[in-house]
């Protein structure tokens, strides 16, 4: 077992997730991946239309979820959250601080997809005004992906080197 550290934070398989959790967010936005935007700006006519197609089945999806099962998502999902963290800082299990890492920015992400998706449909966005309510939504994924990562790179390196892998 010394050869495989099956610990989270000195696990490369972790750090691959976390790139690929965060590439995949900010790739796909509001369930539209973004080169759709580029190619709308660029091309226009049926390009355009298939991005507003696509945003509007998203965005009434998304905001259905909401009405319907908004309050127990998120009731569970403060529940998980919270008990990853109690069980990772207060008891230290590394497992579910790397899962709360995960998560808590990703449940972020979520609320704000949720407000982006809100004014989309209030303010009936289409053509340049969408691209960039788009646009301006992948930088704030872009911006909470950059917080995170830093956040849990500092955590992780402070797991590695002081805390050690017997817990201090």
Do not use: K
């Amino acid at each position: 077992m010394e050869v495989i550290d099956l610990r989270s934070f000195s696990n490369l398989w972790f750090w691959i997730a976390l790139a690929v959790m965060w590439s995949t967010a900010s790739h796909w936005v509001l369930g539209v991946p973004y080169d759709m935007v580029g190619r709308a700006a660029r091309m226009g006519g049926e390009s355009e239309a298939d991005l507003e197609d696509m945003v509007r089945i998203n965005v009434n999806r998304l905001l259905y979820i909401a009405a319907e099962a908004g309050l127990w998502i998120t009731a569970i999902g403060t529940f998980m959250l919270a008990a990853l963290c109690v069980a990772g800082f207060w008891f230290g299990v590394e497992f579910a601080q790397a899962l709360f890492l995960l998560g808590f920015p990703m449940s972020l992400v979520g609320l704000l997809s949720l407000r982006s998706a809100h004014v989309i449909r209030a303010r009936s966005l289409s053509g340049p005004d969408l691209r960039r309510r788009l646009t301006r939504h992948r930088i704030g994924v872009q911006a909470i992906g950059m917080v995170a990562i830093f956040i849990t790179a500092l955590w992780g390196m402070y797991q590695n080197m002081v805390v050690g892998p017997f817990g201090g």
